[in-house]
């Protein structure tokens, strides 16, 4: 599951879990439009919850909600950084 | 030399860019009075809006370009943004100036739209919208430093409440005092452009926001796993109980209404062919088009509500694994609903459908699900065929039978759409994703244009066809003439001059192909004059089997009853031929537009008659057997 980073991917984090997006060649599957809507490394995400029936997943990042399947969740990958029940960090990639 | 009077300077031509969600749609109705003139893009079906700034002495004309995420373009509608802005869409001339709109709450991502729009150097206006919202979740963004930081006017705006419009419609008169940027932020790089988004979005304010907690409060019950579901299917047992609650007496009001005034026209006015062109040719027409408005409409209505709140994102949110298991995505069940008023707009829809070969199954497969066109069809039918007796409570047989007919189509989509995934459009897996935007109103005003939209749309597209249609038909069937005996009841004279004329000729030849489905020429020229539309038979086995009055639904069915060729068996055939077959010009024509040939639509034409036919025939020798 984490690799040598510390990396794992989106799909399989916990929900409730928050990460941040990071730099690795997984990545590089990642599809343009998933670039485009902001799902670059450094932003923070926090998965939300998965749809009734188990797939796709909803997450939460730069201050709005995204839907996406597991199979693409899968190509992000992310370093988990604690679980929240109340902070929402939608703040975009911090250095 | 004559001095020509100086024609009227052009009107500036402003285009609105900006994502879906982002309050684009109620600024352009804010801007306009709402007051739209909706057309196509040159070329493609993209649908264009343009409206005139009200309250400005300069003549401005405003578009509503579609929605878009990305100027690296996804979808058909999204082309159309990238291509307009290039100056490439041909037939539409490159904006004068640009009003870009981003929802102050997501601003960390639409900045990122917004380098890329500033890449086409076209005069630019940044406002942003739903401030209220912003100032109430996390305090006041520094617009005036965004601006000095973009380079380019940045205007706050609460669109439904009109805060901010007047000085945004003053600066729209003028993009020639407008402020340009001197350098550009990046944008190629997704990951220079967000570098640089949060940057910006660090120093204007824009704060680790609280999330909107009314949607939290919403999406905790309406995406909960068991409530989740059990509303999503509440809200589509509602949505279709619409149909038969609120539209079906409306439908009949129609119906009556016309019926009434073909007996006037006939009372009234002297008989001959032009009183019968009016009465069977135009108001028979004019009345198969109009009957479709009530279903249109409600339907309509709820769609546009349900997306406008925000809850179809959700409802395609929840079905998206369902629709995975025949190879669609979520998006698609948008379509199909649509697909339940009319496959025309269901089709239309298919346009924010990411992947091409997402859209096209769900093209192919959307006319088979239960349309309003196989609603008066299927009325009669069971009406005249499937006695009236209760099963259990207040579930009667009738009901039942209209339901499985629902179902069936339903079925038959979804199993066609696997078939199809499976063979001629096997490839990638479809992927899925899309914003879940936050829970909101929209005003009344907005949802009545937009209902108003997609039934003059309707209108438009199949009206008139529907209408050429019934013209058509009459002409074939009230020529060639034969004289007929003047001392003959008015529905034998009509039965006669039916029999010589050429759509019987039609029904003839077709007939020992339809005969195995327990059809005979009769039925037979109903179904080819449901070519053109599918409710189209209803008025032509009226006129076939001699009913005085064309509308009389009574009456037709009384007679349909007495026939000794058509029974239960011939009637559950007919039925099972209308859930399959392709019988619709308008859906043919606008499948072609939309996939760009008429490859597609012929392939769905020759499936659907296939399966209609077998299903018919299958159908008609097992109920002969069991009856």
Known sequence: MTDRNGCISLSELPVGSQARLCDHERSEALSERLQDLGLVPGTDVKVIRRAPLGDPLEVELRGYRLCLRRSEADAVCATANGHSTNGHSTNGRSR | ?627
């Open chain 2, 1 to 627: 030399m004559t001095v020509a009077a100086a024609a009227p300077p052009a009107p500036l031509r402003v285009a609105l860019v900006g994502s879906p969600n982002s309050g684009k749609t109620t600024l352009f109705n804010a801007l306009t009075g709402a007051r739209a003139k909706t057309a196509n893009f040159p070329g493609v079906t993209v649908e264009r809006r343009e409206g005139r700034l009200t309250g400005t002495p300069r003549r401005v004309a405003v578009l509503d370009l579609p929605g878009t995420y990305s100027m690296r373009a996804e979808t058909p509608d999204e082309k159309v943004v990238d291509d307009v802005l290039n100056g490439q869409l041909a037939g539409e001339e490159l904006p004068d100036a640009l009003l870009l709109v981003v929802d102050g709450t997501t601003l960390r991502r639409s900045l990122g739209l917004v380098t890329q729009v500033l890449q086409r150097r076209i005069p630019t206006v940044l406002v942003v919208t739903m401030i209220d919202e912003v100032r109430a979740r996390s305090g006041e963004l520094d617009l005036d430093l965004l601006g000095r930081i973009l380079g380019i006017p940045v205007l706050g705006v609460v669109g439904h409440r009109g805060i901010g419009l007047e000085e945004l419609s003053c600066a729209l008169e003028r993009p020639e005092g407008w402020s340009r940027p001197s350098i550009l932020p990046p944008s190629d790089d997704p990951d220079d452009r967000f570098a640089w988004v949060d940057a910006v979005a660090d120093r204007i304010g824009v704060t680790n926001a609280t999330r909107d907690r009314r949607t939290d409060r919403f999406d905790r019950v309406l995406l909960h796993p068991v409530w989740g579901i059990a509303i999503f299917a509440l809200t589509m047992v509602f949505l279709f109980q619409s149909i038969f609650t609120w539209a079906v007496p409306a439908m009949d009001a129609i119906e009556m209404g016309f019926g009434a005034l073909a007996r006037g026209s006939r009372a009234t006015l002297p008989p001959g062919i032009l009183t019968d062109l009016w009465t069977d040719g135009i108001l028979a027409g004019v009345g198969s088009v109009l009957i479709f408005i009530p279903q249109i409409a409600i339907l309509f209505t709820l769609i546009h509500f349900l997306e406008d709140v925000g809850y179809m994102a959700r409802a395609a949110f929840v079905v998206d694994r369902v629709m995975g298991w025949v190879g669609l995505q979520g998006r698609c069940f948008v379509s199909l609903l649509s697909s339940y008023a009319c496959a025309i707009p269901g089709i239309m829809a298919t346009r924010t459908i990411p992947s091409t070969r997402d859209r096209v199954a769900t093209i192919l497969v959307a006319p088979f699900m239960t349309c309003s066109a196989r609603l008066p069809v299927y009325t009669l039918l069971i009406a005249a065929f499937i006695p009236a007796q209760s099963l259990f409570g207040p579930v009667g047989l009738q009901g039942l039978v209209m339901l499985g007919l629902y179902v069936l189509g339903a079925l038959t989509a979804f199993g066609s759409a696997w078939l199809l995934n499976s063979t001629l459009l096997r490839g990638t897996p479809s992927s899925f994703h899309m914003e879940l935007p936050p829970y909101r109103l929209p005003t009344l005003k907005l949802l009545a244009a937009q209902v108003w939209g997609s039934v003059s749309a309707f209108l438009r597209r199949a009206g008139t066809i529907i209408l050429a249609a019934s013209l058509i038909l009459w002409v074939l069937l009230a020529f060639p003439r034969t004289p007929v005996d003047p001392g003959l009841d008015p529905a034998a004279q009509a039965q006669a001059q039916l029999e010589g004329s050429a759509a019987a000729r039609v029904g003839r030849a077709i007939e020992p192909a339809i005969e195995p489905l327990g059809f005979d020429w009769r039925i037979g020229v109903g179904l080819v004059a449901a070519l053109a539309a599918r409710e189209v038979i209803v008025t032509t086995l009226a006129q076939i089997y001699a009913v005085a009055d064309p509308d009389d639904f009574d009456g037709l069915r009384a007679e349909l009853l007495s026939d000794p060729a058509f029974g239960v068996a011939t009637a559950l055939s007919l039925l099972v031929f209308f859930v399959f077959a392709l019988q619709c010009t308008s859906t043919i024509v606008v499948m072609a537009r939309e996939t760009g040939s008429w490859r597609w639509p012929a392939f769905a034409f020759a499936y659907m008659l296939a399966l209609a036919y077998t299903a018919s025939f299958v159908t008609f020798q097992t109920a002969r057997w069991i009856l």
